[in-house]
């Protein structure tokens, strides 16, 4: 199975910038699409972006389209997330996950993805 390990998150204030990285294992990256997910503590997880796992498509939520960039490394094994103009409403513990269809990201079941990473704190004071 693939293994995701997060990291990046910190303290920002608002209109400021942070990268997020997320780094693969133990399966071929290559073959899998990956996606950043957040969550702020007693709601549902929420779709941020996803990416192909070529690189070549990628989709982003309304509440970020035009200040998140997601993109990916197939050398590195790493997908990251650049964050610009920072707003107090995306303070949240941010996930990375990947899955062999890029569809999938999309599901509604979020245990459907074939993996998860442990996730990193994103903090954006006003």
């Known amino acids: 199975q693939i293994q995701l390990v997060e990291s990046g998150g910190g303290t920002i204030q608002a209109g400021g910038s942070l990268g997020l990285s997320c780094a693969a294992s133990?399966?071929?990256?290559?073959?899998?699409?990956m996606g950043w997910f957040r969550q702020v503590s007693g709601k549902d997880r929420e779709f941020v972006a996803t990416?192909?796992?070529?690189?070549?498509?990628?989709y982003y939520a309304d509440s970020v389209k035009g200040r998140f960039t997601i993109s990916r490394d197939n050398a590195k094994n790493t997908v990251y997330l650049q964050m610009n103009d920072l707003k107090p409403e995306d303070t949240a513990v941010y996930y990375c996950?990947?899955?062999?269809?890029?569809?999938?990201?999309?599901?509604?079941?979020?245990?459907?993805?074939?993996?998860w990473g442990q996730g990193t704190l994103v903090t954006v004071s006003s």
């Open positions: 996950a990947a899955d062999k269809a890029i569809a999938t990201m999309f599901a509604v079941n979020r245990d459907a993805l074939d993996a």
């Open positions: 133990g399966q071929t990256f290559s073959n899998y699409a």
């Open positions: 990416i192909s796992s070529s690189g070549g498509t990628t």
